[in-house]
């Protein structure tokens, strides 16, 4: 009995002690969910307080669907987001089984490959603009150098570049997470089944789609819906360089959000169009998760 006194004393002063930390948890997850979803329903007056708030309904949901605007920023998020989860997945993968063999110098390029991730999104995008910087961009001195080019090109503010060039900054800051992931589980791979592999003559090819892939399957879900959530909540990286544009071009749904709520003060509709795009990502999962069991069963 007192050992059972002792026991329940110990667990509540353990919720003392935590107490602090899940009121602050709550604070700061729980409360701006739950204003959120307020904000979708209303209309929030900010520029005329004295008209108060008003609530709408379904109205700010169906002022984003009847927007071609909110459509093509949609349509360029889905773009951007096949392009940099295919993309950051096929050369986080290679540079996984790159680090994986036995190269010279591997813990330094494993050191190495940590630095496009631990730098912070604005930063990245500051250095992406001043490579492609038209005047003194290191991209143009390099092509020019080699002949590939023959006058500076305004990567950023040309319609044909400007998205391509979002796609290659955005593949190189996030292929490192993706390798790091790939390398952990290349690494739980037994050794045994890739030597049997070989006195039965298979090649390193085979070996490969017959025995690493199977051993990913697992990995490449998890990357897929977290690159996936990824791309659509970008918004710092374009920001940065493209601001949206030239002409809308490179304007993401993160993008049309933020300018509804913080440069029209739609803040209804931009909460309203925040939470059309968490449906579509759920959607999103649900049929990664589908395709995978799948081929698992086949």
């Not at 040309?158 to 490192?176: C, G, H, T, V």
């Given at each position: 009995?007192?050992q ?15 107490a ?8 700061l ?5 739950i ?5 979708s329903?209303v209309d ?6 004295d ?12 002022d984003?669907?009847?927007?071609p605007?909110?459509w093509?920023s949609?349509?360029?998020t ?26 010279r110098a ?17 930063i ?11 005047n003194y ?10 002949g ?16 391509i ?11 490192p ?6 390398l ?7 050794q ?34 977290l ?10 990286l ?9 002409a809308n ?17 739609n803040?209804g ?9 968490t ?10 998760i ?9």
């Amino acid at each position: 009995m007192k050992q059972n006194t002792k026991i329940m004393s110990e667990g509540r002063f353990a919720l003392i002690l935590l107490a602090p930390t899940l009121l602050l948890i709550l604070g700061l997850l729980l409360y701006p969910l739950i204003y959120s979803i307020y904000l979708s329903f209303v209309d929030l007056n900010i520029t005329n307080p004295d008209v108060g708030t008003e609530f709408v309904g379904f109205r700010n949901f169906m002022d984003n669907l009847s927007d071609p605007a909110f459509w093509n920023s949609l349509k360029i998020t889905f773009y951007f987001a096949v392009v940099t989860v295919i993309g950051s997945l096929l050369v986080g993968l290679y540079a996984a089984l790159l680090l994986n063999s036995k190269i010279r110098a591997r813990g330094l390029f494993r050191t190495l490959l940590l630095i496009p991730w631990a730098i912070p999104l604005v930063i990245v995008g500051m250095i992406w603009k001043l490579i492609l910087h038209p005047n003194y961009g290191s991209l143009n001195a390099l092509l020019m150098k080699v002949g590939i080019i023959h006058h500076n090109i305004a990567w950023l503010s040309d319609a044909k570049w400007s998205l391509i060039m979002l796609f290659l900054s955005e593949i190189w800051r996030s292929f490192p997470f993706v390798a790091l992931l790939y390398l952990a589980a290349l690494q739980t791979i037994p050794q045994d089944l890739f030597e049997a592999a070989s006195v039965d003559g298979a090649t390193k090819r085979k070996a490969f789609w017959h025995i690493t892939m199977p051993y990913l399957q697992a990995t490449t879900l998890v990357l897929l819906i977290l690159r996936t959530i990824d791309a659509f909540r970008s918004f710092d990286l374009i920001f940065a360089l493209t601001k949206g544009g030239p002409a809308n071009n490179t304007e993401i749904v993160g993008l049309y959000l933020y300018k509804q709520g913080f440069t029209f003060a739609n803040f209804g509709v931009s909460a309203a169009g925040s939470y059309i795009v968490t449906f579509l990502i759920l959607v999103l999962v649900f049929v990664y998760i589908k395709l995978m069991k799948v081929q698992n069963i086949s």
